[in-house]
């Protein structure tokens, strides 16, 4: 059975305030022992992978490398695969390299087309840099570009939304990520006092965003995803479709073998180590609950058929009868949560699921 393949890189030239990811400073010689260690995983694992993901951290940084771990891999024919990069470092050199190794999409960090509003995340690009990095990948030849944007910013406006939305739909984004900005303990952000729109504007903000991007052309198909048709991504759906995917890496997740498993967040004991030391979180996933919980995630919600796997769908149908329309989505096939129903997805999913 293909499965996917989740490779963590924990390197950063600097940490972004609202960030809680496990990462570390870059060097050239970590990055060099890292690389090691991740091929040795790899062939130790053994397995065929029809997506290969890239998160972090910064993987860009390990441009040069991404290349031999790719080889070390087997990858099937038509495999996705994706490195996350900031757009201040997709020179054309870097873009040209990895789309030789055989990347074929690009997840860009961009958070935003408002300068003010990277200066108040702490990034380390500019709106211009965000242009060429577009214009850099095509020539090197990505057709699949995505790109992450931020919602709740401090001061930020529909307007300024509708704005970077346009502006990434018409730079070549075929994939874009908005997230709510979520203040996590123990960041620079959780010290500072910010003025952030309260709960009913961050609402409003998110449910423009949803209207922006489907004007756009941009399908909502998960809470914080949003694809031109065809350009969803097929990795992070074996997320919430239960699929299996394998995680290399310090602090890398995964579901694999029937197991949830997990690494320590520590570089040098995933170095040293000659297979990486893993901590089982789940002896038996993938009961209804789980799920459940994933699949109502997407916009596709749950059917019935699905259900009755699990002698469910009697009990589903009850829980959701009392919900709200602007909330859910009932039909004679299955549930699906309405944009509205994604605001606040934790308690309306509970109640779908446990009653």
Request: proline letters at 3%; one cysteine or more; hydrophobic letters at 35%.
């Amino acid at each position: 059975m293909r499965v996917g393949l989740y490779i963590h890189i924990p390197f950063c030239l600097s940490k972004c305030p609202y960030c809680d990811f496990y990462s570390v400073p870059y060097s050239r010689l970590k990055a060099q022992e890292y690389t090691e260690a991740v091929i040795r995983n790899i062939r130790h694992y053994g397995g065929q992978y029809d997506t290969v993901y890239f998160g972090g951290g910064t993987p860009v940084l390990l441009y040069e490398h991404i290349g031999e771990i790719l080889d070390s891999a087997d990858i099937a024919g038509e495999a996705e695969i994706t490195v996350e990069a900031n757009p201040c470092m997709c020179e054309p050199r870097v873009l040209e390299i990895l789309r030789s190794a055989g990347v074929n999409r690009l997840s860009l960090g961009v958070q935003s087309m408002n300068e003010r509003e990277l200066v108040f995340l702490g990034r380390r690009h500019t709106v211009k840099q965000t242009e060429d990095a577009f214009r850099n990948a095509v020539k090197a030849g990505f057709d699949n570009i995505s790109a992450d944007m931020m919602i709740g910013l401090e001061r930020q406006t529909a307007e300024k939304i509708t704005y970077t939305a346009e502006k990434l739909a018409r730079l070549g984004a075929k994939h874009i990520s908005a997230y709510l900005l979520k203040i996590e303990e123990d960041t620079p952000f959780a010290k500072r006092e910010l003025s952030l729109p309260d709960e009913d504007s961050t609402a409003e903000l998110y449910l423009h965003t949803v209207r922006t991007l489907e004007r756009l052309g941009f399908a909502q198909y998960e809470i914080s995803n949003f694809a031109v048709h065809g350009y969803e991504s097929r990795h992070n759906l074996k997320y919430w479709r239960c699929g299996e995917y394998l995680g290399i890496g310090a602090a890398a997740h995964s579901y694999y073998g029937g197991k949830r498993f997990c690494t320590a967040q520590d570089i040098s004991g995933f170095i040293n180590s000659p297979v990486q030391q893993v901590k089982v979180t789940d002896e038996e996933p993938g009961g209804w609950e789980e799920y459940a919980m994933l699949k109502l995630r997407l916009t596709e919600g749950l059917t019935f058929a699905e259900a009755e796997r699990f002698g469910k769908a009697d009990e589903l149908r009850r829980n959701a009868a009392g919900l709200p329309e602007k909330l859910v989505r009932i039909t004679e096939s299955g549930i699906n949560l309405a944009p509205e129903g994604f605001l606040v997805s934790n308690a309306v999913i509970g109640k779908i699921v446990f009653g």
